[in-house]
């Protein structure tokens, strides 16, 4: 047993030692894998950034409805218990224009501007928390809500979620189809390498079936070597998506400033980076694989 | 140890290399494959060491039918020869050592083990001082030697050898046939194709001779 491990780790170091001889030409073959890879899996970070951002904004889907001014408050009572008894509704909270503004003045950090006007300009308001979710449950609810009387204005906040939705999806299938495309190019590439390899090889590959070696035997080299392949380029992927984010999150800086706000873009979680490392390495593996069993049996002693 | 039994062997091609070929081999026999040029002798070894396989009839290899045999029990079977080729196959992208080095690499042995094995094996042949050399800068009689320590180090029971002293002058030929006859002295199985008739005077061993693919 610890012979076999021994034969492995020889085996990996006799690899790398390769790697190292001819580091030009083996960096080259692992920055194209990790340009390839990074593609698929940096649109898969900035989807999953704002795919973050629309949840954080958008919460649960919320009705707003905004009362025309001068409204009394009897009719605002009669409004809210009208709207209690709504079975589509679940609850409801009453918003007073007083109370709209100081939230706008404490949340959006445009104190000075608001500080700076003579009247509020803000409405009473409901945010209804409906019972139904669908989007269609919900635009059947504002619509009813829009022919109510005194009742100026209906919003339904989470459409542009909804759209948003809509459109992460699209975005995932187009990070799907790249990453099928990609990674059909990663299989390529170690094919190719291996089968060069095979061929400048051929006289040891000869040799070492003259001398007893098994199939097995003849194979671990190659297969290891597009394992190591597929585990570099992979993390080259992983290096080159940090470094983008890094000189993304320093340009989104200012803008943080500007609105008060503390979004950065988040690198690939640790279960998402080692899915990414087995990922390639699986890769580099099927490609070394498919390579040996194409060209490995050709080579016959004579 | 090595039988066989009314071999043909015919190339694609059509060309009939061996003929209607029956003998046997002893365990611990020396015998001397001879015959000119394209008798047949280097297409005899292959179909021992399974390279070929014969068309019609049967090789036996200690009790195995090289017929039959799988591609999965190749490799069994070879580690029991010592091949030693007349263009010695040597490895030029490695030492001296870790050519010889390579069939234990293969069978797995344990590291420390395999380095005396290997020394042992040099020490054989006369190269143990030239250990770190690239079998590039070796003379064709070291390289011989090389392939014949390559050959030995795995203590085979059979060894095979094809014309090894093909292109040696005959002081290095008497060199390389004494060690032969030093495996021989230890009860190893020698198989050597030579058209050099002279070694037959100088060691003892029964000679077959081939002609135009049929033994004499
Ligand atoms: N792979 C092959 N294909 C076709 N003919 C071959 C092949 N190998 C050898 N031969 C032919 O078989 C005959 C015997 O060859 P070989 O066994 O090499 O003879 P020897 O080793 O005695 O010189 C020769 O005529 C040779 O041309
Ligand atoms: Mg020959």
Redesign the pocket.
């Known amino acids: 047993m610890k012979n076999v491990l021994f034969q492995h780790g020889q085996v990996i170091s006799i690899i790398l030692q390769r790697l190292l001889q001819n580091p030009f030409a083996s960096s080259l073959n692992i920055i194209v894998i990790g340009i390839a890879l990074s593609l698929p899996i940096g649109g898969y970070v900035l989807l999953k950034n704002v795919q973050n951002l629309a949840h954080q904004l958008a919460g649960t889907p919320q009705i707003s409805v905004f009362l025309a001014t001068g409204t009394s408050p009897d009719e605002i009572a009669r409004i809210s218990k009208q709207l209690k008894e709504h079975s589509a509704i679940d609850r409801i909270e009453f918003v007073p224009r007083d109370l709209a503004l100081k939230q706008l003045q404490v949340s959006t950090g445009l104190s000075d501007v608001v500080a700076g006007l003579t009247q509020n300009p803000l409405p009473d308001a409901f945010i209804i928390y409906p019972t139904a979710l669908t989007s269609q449950q919900l635009e059947l609810l504002r619509d009813d809500l829009k022919s109510w009387s005194k009742l100026e204005h209906v919003q339904l906040d989470s459409a542009w979620a909804h759209k948003l939705e809509a459109l992460l999806k699209f975005g995932r299938l187009a990070v799907f189809i790249l990453a099928a495309l990609l990674s059909f190019a990663l299989v390529a590439i170690t094919f190719n390498t291996i089968r060069l390899q095979i061929l400048t090889q051929r006289e040891e590959i000869e040799v070492a079936k003259l001398i007893g070696a098994t199939n097995g035997f003849i194979r671990r080299p190659f297969l290891y070597f597009g394992i190591i392949q597929g585990l570099f380029g992979g993390a080259a992927a992983w290096l080159i998506i940090a470094f983008s984010l890094l000189l993304l999150n320093i340009s989104l800086s200012p803008l943080n400033q500007l609105y008060a706000s503390s979004f950065s873009l988040q690198h690939l979680s640790i279960n998402d980076s080692l899915t990414l490392l087995g990922f390639s390495t699986y890769l580099g593996w099927l490609g070394a694989w498919l390579s040996v069993s194409q060209h490995l049996w050709r080579i016959e002693p004579? | 140890m090595i039988r066989f039994n009314q071999v043909y062997k015919r190339?694609?091609?059509g060309?009939e290399?061996l003929k209607n070929l029956s003998f046997e081999i002893a365990e611990g026999e020396m015998v001397f494959l001879t015959?000119?040029?394209?008798?047949?002798?280097?297409?005899?070894l292959?179909l021992i060491a399974a390279i070929?396989r014969p068309t019609t009839g049967s090789v036996l290899v200690k009790g195995q039918n090289i017929k039959s045999l799988k591609s999965a029990a190749l490799p069994y079977l070879r580690r029991n020869l010592g091949l030693v080729f007349q263009d010695h196959k040597l490895l030029f992208d490695r030492s001296a050592f870790d050519n010889v080095m390579l069939p234990l690499q293969i069978c797995g042995f344990d590291h420390r083990e395999s380095a005396k094995r290997v020394r042992a094996a040099l020490d054989k042949v006369g190269l143990l001082k030239r250990e770190k050399a690239n079998p590039i800068a070796l003379s064709g009689g070291e390289q011989q030697r090389l392939c014949i320590a390559r050959a030995i180090v795995n203590r085979p029971t059979i060894l095979l050898a094809?014309?090894p002293t093909g292109n040696l002058d005959s002081e290095y030929s008497n060199e390389i046939m004494s060690i032969f006859h030093s495996f021989h002295q230890v009860g190893v199985t020698l198989l050597i194709?030579t058209?050099d008739e002279s070694a037959l005077q100088h060691f003892p061993g029964r000679a077959l001779t081939?002609k135009h693919?049929e033994l004499l």
């Open positions: 004579k | 190339y694609p091609g060309y290399a015959g000119h040029s394209g008798a047949g002798k280097s297409t005899l292959k070929e094809d014309e194709a058209h081939l693919g």
